[in-house]
């Protein structure tokens, strides 16, 4: 068969000719005319958090005649790191999303991604559904940014009541009174401490906890903001109370290799006693461990040391609408009726400590509830290292921390290697 | 048959370039030139300079990254490729030819994740088979943190690797031997040599050239070497198993500097080039391939 070239070229350049066509027109397919979707994106929720969300869109679909909410949900860990960021920067840009407060939120307002909502939030009534000073937390310089939606402390330490019951032993209250309750676990056969450190995140939330009773809130806020040097001696004191436990031998010899929930299950399948970590364990032992008779004590508190020692560890998250978004008096009336006191129920339900006001107290359980009160106790609230502060700067302390938990480093070498990190970056 | 038109050529080729410069060509140009920015994927990237490279060849668990990285290379040519060689040595002369060389081989074609995930439970120090070993044994001053102690945890990843990858070059080297001439191989047995004598005077020498081949395979396999490291230890602890890729891999998504990571990736590109330049330079001045 003999080809004609003319015939091959006309065709093969109205292939190349379509193909273009097609790969530009969908690259610049965004209509903003009369866009009347409402766009909200986060990390997965859970099947029962988007039942949640779904209530919400239903409601606000039912206000809005020709309105839609389109949910943009993405892997957890994907959109804490490049997910939203892809978003944020696509086409459909999201008029709502998910962040932590602290750190992120700051880079948000500075990267001009979220909008200043104080006006938004009073003249549409939403600050009405929070107690007062809620939005203390989500507000940059005065100004608010964010609608809180969870508050989360992420560190307590969790014991095994009926473990503590059966050896006579009791929530101790002081740092000694800790130690000599792990030798006694210890001298018994248990691990006194489950830890799943091979992300770093977990000893350095616990341990970042301890360093900031022992050295105080703003030395440790300094600190972490690099306003103090890592190896200021009030952090290697600080981190001094963690060689106790070191040298005792009280936390799992395996603590750096195992990932949290391998931690957690140490705890819960009872060969260790006592687990460090947040609020988000009691979902965890409901599915996993339903019989485990859940008891917390809050980190015990340190003699002479320069911080409230009833502080909490503890991150607040929630909603920014994007500064971008031509509908933002739609997204905050959307996150009204989402956080309206009829749905804090529900998602109280899903498991969801959220900080709006709800319509009927107490339908929580009691260890839930125990958390709600810890959080609304008053107490100064610390941020952890990972979601209140420079990544970077968590990372290098938590590294010093993993170092110091196996023995490897004293407190004093672990944190001047990490003010050194900290320096060339 | 000759082209009739240049120009129906270029259209014809046309699909295929556009593709490879869609999906090669740009990123790699891309990342040179993000290199000498900051920017951390919002807005507009500003210009470093070379800042970038300036804080990498400063910052310590970077510059660590590659000792790991070459101690990993080293290993991994031992228990990968030597191992290799020597398992295709036992099969070629005859014995263990069938069910052992499948199991050999098995490792080669299980996904590396899920690899990584089951010797992590292996060298697990609470329930693992390794310490269980060792106490049953009776070696109970044995029992390790395998990967929570920075001097076992690198060779436990390099063992691991050596299980995967020696079926691999087992099976790369037994081919070879399979085709070399045979009459070689019988006139040397007819002048008396042993197994041992005709594998390492014989056997080894004639497949130089393929030596050589899965040497620089697992070279470039070490310098790429990724998955093991990030589910195994992340680079934990403290940094000890740190490579360039899984350090890459943080710059980029946990820290969200995209202008340093790939600065980061430009610098282990270069080291690349130039470890395999050296070993193909070293490999083609040392002695005649033998012909056959």
């Known amino acids: 068969m003999r080809i004609d070239p003319k015939k091959l070229r006309r065709l093969l350049v109205s292939v190349v000719m379509t193909m273009s066509v097609a790969l530009t027109s969908a690259c610049g397919s965004s209509s903003e005319e009369g866009d009347k979707t409402l766009r909200i994106a986060f990390g997965s929720n859970g099947s029962d958090g988007q039942k949640v969300w779904d209530q919400a869109a239903a409601k606000f679909e039912a206000d809005n005649p020709g309105w839609k909410v389109e949910f943009q949900v993405q892997n957890d860990d994907l959109y804490q790191t490049v997910g939203l960021q892809n978003l944020l920067t696509s086409n459909n840009a999201p008029d709502v999303y998910f962040e932590w407060a602290g750190a992120r939120l700051v880079n948000k307002v500075n990267a001009g991604y979220a909008a200043d909502i104080t006006d938004l939030v009073s003249s549409s009534g939403l600050d009405q559904q929070f107690a007062e000073g809620a939005f203390g937390t989500t507000s940059v310089d005065g100004k608010v940014y964010m609608v809180p939606f969870t508050s989360d402390v992420t560190n307590v330490i969790w014991y095994n009541k009926d473990m503590f019951a059966e050896k006579g032993l009791s929530a101790p209250t002081t740092w000694a009174e800790f130690l000599t309750l792990c030798e006694k676990l210890k001298s018994e056969g248990v691990t006194p401490l489950a830890v799943g450190n091979k992300d770093l995140w977990v000893a350095g939330n616990w341990i970042g906890h301890l360093i900031s009773r022992s050295a105080g809130e703003s030395v440790y806020d300094k600190v972490m903001s690099k306003q103090m040097p890592m190896n200021s001696p009030e952090f290697v004191k600080g981190l001094t109370y963690l060689t106790d436990l070191q040298k005792g031998g009280y936390v799992n010899a395996s603590a750096n290799t195992i990932p949290d929930n391998e931690g957690y299950n140490l705890f819960l399948q009872g060969s260790a006693a006592m687990l460090p970590i947040g609020s988000w364990l009691i979902g965890i032992a409901q599915e996993q461990a339903p019989d485990i008779n859940l008891g917390w004590f809050n980190l015990p508190a340190i003699d002479g040391g320069a911080g409230s020692q009833e502080s909490i560890m503890g991150v607040t998250t ?78 290098a302390l938590n590294t010093a921390i993993a170092q110091v938990l196996d023995g490897v480093k004293t407190p004093q070498e672990a944190l001047d290697e990490a003010q050194a990190k900290v320096e060339t970056q | 048959m000759k082209p009739t038109s240049k120009f129906g050529v270029l259209i014809l080729v046309a699909p295929a370039v556009f593709i490879y410069a869609f999906a090669v060509l740009l990123p790699f140009v891309g990342t040179i030139a993000l290199s000498f920015a900051r920017w951390n994927g919002f807005g507009t990237p500003e210009f470093a300079g070379f800042d970038n490279y300036i804080r990498a060849f400063h910052d310590t668990v970077f510059v660590s990254s590659f000792g790991h990285m070459l101690f990993y290379i080293a290993t991994t040519l031992v228990v990968e490729v030597a191992m290799g060689l020597l398992l295709a040595g036992v099969i070629s002369s005859g014995r263990f030819m069938g069910y052992p060389r499948v199991a050999l081989f098995i490792p080669v074609m299980l996904p590396m994740v899920v690899i990584a995930v089951l010797w992590g439970a292996v060298f697990n120090p609470d329930f693992g088979a390794m310490n269980a070993f060792l106490s049953a044994i009776g070696r109970e001053d044995w029992r390790q943190v395998w990967l929570g102690n920075p001097a076992t945890a690198l ?78 230890t992340n680079g934990g602890p403290y940094n000890s198993t740190e490579v360039p890729t899984t350090y890459m891999v943080k710059a980029v998504f946990r820290d969200m500097e995209i202008g340093f990571g790939s600065s980061l990736s430009v610098i282990l590109t270069i080291v690349g080039l130039v470890i395999a330049i050296f070993f193909r330079k070293w490999r083609s001045t040392r002695q005649e391939d033998v012909e056959y």
Do not use: H
């Open chain 1, 318 to 395: 929630g909603y920014i609408v994007n500064a971008k978004s031509t509908k933002q008096d739609k997204a905050v009336e959307f996150l009204k009726d989402a956080f309206s006191a009829d749905l804090v129920g529900a998602w109280n339900a899903a498991g969801f400590t959220v900080v709006a006001k709800s319509a009927d107290a107490g339908t929580l359980d009691p260890v839930t509830q125990s958390m709600v009160d810890l959080l609304n106790s008053g107490a100064s609230i610390v941020a952890p290292p990972d979601t209140g502060y420079d990544l970077k700067m968590a990372d």
């Open chain 2, 155 to 232: 060779p436990a990843i390099s063992l691991v690797s050596g299980w995967i990858f020696a079926g691999f070059y087992m099976a790369i080297f037994n081919a070879a031997f399979a085709r070399l001439p045979q009459d070689v191989i019988e006139s040397a047995r007819l002048d008396g040599a042993n197994e041992r004598t005709l594998f390492w005077r014989i056997k080894v020498p004639m497949i130089r050239q393929v030596s050589s081949v899965a040497m620089l395979l697992c070279i470039t396999g070490g310098i790429q070497g990724f998955d093991l490291f990030y589910v195994m």
